[in-house]
């Protein structure tokens, strides 16, 4: 059963998750028409532009007396008109999904550690995560569907997400919770609290998987379905799964099993990258890593976010915590990405190969180290 605060962040959330399959989209369209490289530099600069649109908005929050809804709305319209533009140009693409990221997700970050107790963090994980699975699954079969009737054209791909964006401005703020308004105080200081380097290997984790996983996904997705709209089909397909599981499962999670919870999403996952591995033999593996993906990975980000407000609860001012989590991901991402490209450079045929085994030893180097913060009284 749904909480009213639940009933409340609905609009943002569905709005959230239906734009947020964009993302997907784009990196398949910028692999497939740039190749590895640009892919790279692309998921680079998004993630540079999430950033920096996140720490600036907070940094300017007091100045501006900025609310949640503010940064939903300017998150919205800002990637509404740069998507007009982006057709053939991936820095425009970058800069309308990174400005859409970093404005929600701290608008977002702001209103659930505001309002959240930590009791209430995995229903209500769970039942947020069927309605951004369930938005995304709309979005993605509406715009697959624009992509076949127009002949494979991107254009169809940037005026749908444009759309989306122009009614998602004006909806997606309505009947937020009160809050206070966003500012930062003195993020050195939770810096320089002893709890904060206890962060730091969850961080490089969690960080380390976002970009590779990008850049990844859309090789593997160009190389085994060669057409954006078959992309689509099997992303949707693959979406019914997970998000009808988490549906079915979503009343069972709470605090007492966070970690039962955690660990077997993150076996499915293992096996998820397993799959994206094997298929630089197989290429049809793709698509079974896909299904298993899409049924697994909804569990996962449950339990990630979970883990993530529990990593926030640190001392400080909110501001100042999530403004330096956003600074050390983001450096941590850029290594990352960066140390990856770098060194795979000339192993073409094993680039996938590689990436999807440091991605699973992640995930259970994650599990490990977020055991033990799940475990920590609040």
């Given at each position: 059963m749904s909480t009213p605060l639940e009933r409340r962040l609905l609009p943002f959330i569905a709005c959230q998750g239906a734009f947020s399959t964009l993302i997907g989209f784009a990196e398949v369209l910028v692999f497939a028409q740039r190749g590895w490289s640009e892919a790279v530099q692309f998921t680079a600069v998004m993630l540079t532009v999430a950033m920096v649109c996140i720490v600036g908005s907070f940094a300017l929050g007091r100045l501006l007396s900025l609310r949640p809804a503010h940064l939903i709305r300017a998150g919205f319209l800002a990637p509404a008109l740069l998507l007009f533009g982006a057709q053939g140009e991936p820095l425009w693409l970058a800069m309308a999904i990174g400005?859409?990221?970093?404005?929600?997700?701290?608008?977002?970050?702001?209103?659930?550690?505001?309002?959240?107790?930590?009791?209430?963090?995995?229903?209500?994980?769970?039942?947020?995560?069927?309605?951004?699975?369930?938005?995304?699954?709309?979005?993605?079969?509406?715009?697959?569907?624009?992509?076949?009737?127009?002949?494979?054209?991107?254009a169809a791909v940037y005026t749908s997400y444009?759309?989306?964006?122009?009614?998602?401005?004006?909806?997606?703020?309505?009947?937020?919770?009160?809050?206070?308004?966003?500012?930062?105080?003195?993020?050195?200081?939770?810096?320089?609290?002893?709890?904060?380097?206890r962060c730091l290997p969850l961080y490089g984790l969690e960080s380390g998987l976002l970009g590779i996983g990008m850049v990844l996904?859309?090789?593997?997705?160009?190389?085994?379905?060669g057409?954006?709209?078959?992309?689509?089909?099997?992303?949707?397909?693959?979406?019914?799964?997970?998000?009808?599981?988490?549906?079915?499962?979503?009343?069972?999670?709470?605090?007492?099993?966070?970690?039962?919870?955690?660990?077997?999403?993150?076996?499915?996952?293992?096996?998820?990258?397993?799959?994206?591995?094997?298929?630089?033999?197989?290429?049809?593996?793709?698509?079974?890593?896909?299904?298993?993906?899409?049924?697994?990975?909804?569990?996962?980000?449950?339990?990630?976010?979970?883990?993530?407000?529990?990593?926030?609860?640190?001392?400080?001012?909110?501001?100042?915590?999530?403004?330096?989590?956003?600074?050390?991901?983001?450096a941590f991402r850029m290594l990352a990405l960066g140390g990856f490209?770098?060194?795979?450079?000339?192993?073409s045929p094993v680039r996938v190969l590689l990436g999807a085994g440091l991605m699973a030893v992640a995930v259970l180097l994650e599990w490990g180290v977020g055991r033990a913060w799940l475990r920590r009284t609040p």
């Amino acid at each position: 059963m749904s909480t009213p605060l639940e009933r409340r962040l609905l609009p943002f959330i569905a709005c959230q998750g239906a734009f947020s399959t964009l993302i997907g989209f784009a990196e398949v369209l910028v692999f497939a028409q740039r190749g590895w490289s640009e892919a790279v530099q692309f998921t680079a600069v998004m993630l540079t532009v999430a950033m920096v649109c996140i720490v600036g908005s907070f940094a300017l929050g007091r100045l501006l007396s900025l609310r949640p809804a503010h940064l939903i709305r300017a998150g919205f319209l800002a990637p509404a008109l740069l998507l007009f533009g982006a057709q053939g140009e991936p820095l425009w693409l970058a800069m309308a999904i990174g400005s859409f990221m970093g404005l929600t997700w701290g608008a977002r970050l702001w209103l659930e550690l505001s309002l959240l107790a930590d009791a209430d963090r995995d229903p209500y994980a769970a039942h947020t995560t069927v309605w951004t699975v369930f938005a995304g699954l709309c979005a993605t079969l509406t715009v697959t569907l624009f992509l076949s009737m127009t002949g494979e054209r991107a254009a169809a791909v940037y005026t749908s997400y444009a759309v989306l964006a122009l009614v998602a401005a004006f909806w997606a703020p309505h009947r937020l919770p009160d809050t206070p308004a966003i500012h930062w105080d003195n993020p050195w200081a939770v810096v320089r609290q002893p709890g904060f380097s206890r962060c730091l290997p969850l961080y490089g984790l969690e960080s380390g998987l976002l970009g590779i996983g990008m850049v990844l996904g859309a090789s593997g997705a160009v190389q085994a379905l060669g057409v954006v709209s078959h992309y689509g089909w099997a992303a949707s397909a693959a979406t019914v799964l997970g998000g009808l599981g988490l549906f079915a499962l979503r009343r069972r999670r709470h605090a007492g099993n966070r970690l039962r919870w955690m660990a077997l999403a993150a076996l499915g996952m293992v096996a998820a990258h397993a799959l994206l591995g094997a298929s630089i033999w197989h290429p049809g593996l793709y698509i079974a890593h896909l299904l298993l993906l899409a049924t697994v990975q909804p569990f996962w980000f449950a339990s990630e976010q979970v883990l993530n407000q529990r990593v926030l609860d640190l001392e400080g001012a909110l501001a100042d915590r999530i403004v330096v989590r956003e600074v050390v991901l983001w450096a941590f991402r850029m290594l990352a990405l960066g140390g990856f490209w770098w060194a795979v450079q000339g192993w073409s045929p094993v680039r996938v190969l590689l990436g999807a085994g440091l991605m699973a030893v992640a995930v259970l180097l994650e599990w490990g180290v977020g055991r033990a913060w799940l475990r920590r009284t609040p």
